[in-house]
């Protein structure tokens, strides 16, 4: 069974999804788990989604905005890419999460982290399509000409994470 809590958040709410064993399946910022449940495989959105306290989950995201940036890092996460390439989405994944805070990471050079140099568009998509937002932390990549990009969330909330973890208010212009 899936469980949910929304946190209120400078940047608006944020709802995290965990499975019963305490993984995080998606986080994103919205109020509704809905938009959260569209995100995984068919499989796993069949659960409701009640409403509940998700204890170190809940504790770990308030720490983040409480300043502790890597609070989040230590989450284990339920991922499960599907698709073609599969295995790209899980090393760009992986690599997301190596993205220290308050520092970036273009998608050419996430595209070599994850091992395909020459899949800078399959970079992107990986951002693109992961689930699991803020703890898998995609806001970290920006174009090569250090442009912001896109954001699931829209590039404001992009902008604030950016600069709240650089500890900079007006960074990212």
């Known amino acids: 069974m899936n469980l949910s809590?929304?946190?209120s958040t400078p940047a608006g709410p944020f709802t995290v999804v965990v499975d019963d064993t305490g993984a995080v399946?998606?986080?994103g910022f919205t109020a509704e788990p809905a938009a959260l449940?569209?995100?995984?495989?068919?499989?796993?959105r069949s659960t409701p989604v009640p409403r509940?306290?998700?204890g170190d989950v809940s504790?770990?995201?308030e720490a983040y905005l409480a300043g502790d940036h890597t609070a989040v890092d230590s989450l284990v996460v339920a991922h499960r890419p599907g698709g073609g390439d599969a295995g790209f989405l899980a090393r760009a994944w992986a690599a997301l999460r190596r993205i220290p805070p308050g520092r970036t990471l273009t998608y050419t050079r996430l595209a070599t982290a994850a091992g395909r140099p020459a899949a800078v568009r399959a970079a992107g998509m990986a951002c693109a399509r992961n689930p699991v937002s803020l703890i898998v932390p995609c806001h970290?990549?920006?174009?090569?000409d250090g442009a912001l990009g896109g954001y699931r969330w829209g590039v404001e909330v992009k902008r604030w994470l950016l600069n709240f973890e650089a500890g900079v208010p007006d960074r990212w212009r």
């Open 37 to 44: 449940l569209e995100l995984l495989p068919p499989s796993w």
């Open 25 to 27: 399946r998606a986080a």
């Open 59 to 61: 504790k770990a995201v």
């Open 140 to 144: 970290r990549v920006v174009r090569a």
């Open 52 to 54: 509940r306290d998700l």
């Open 5 to 7: 809590t929304t946190l």
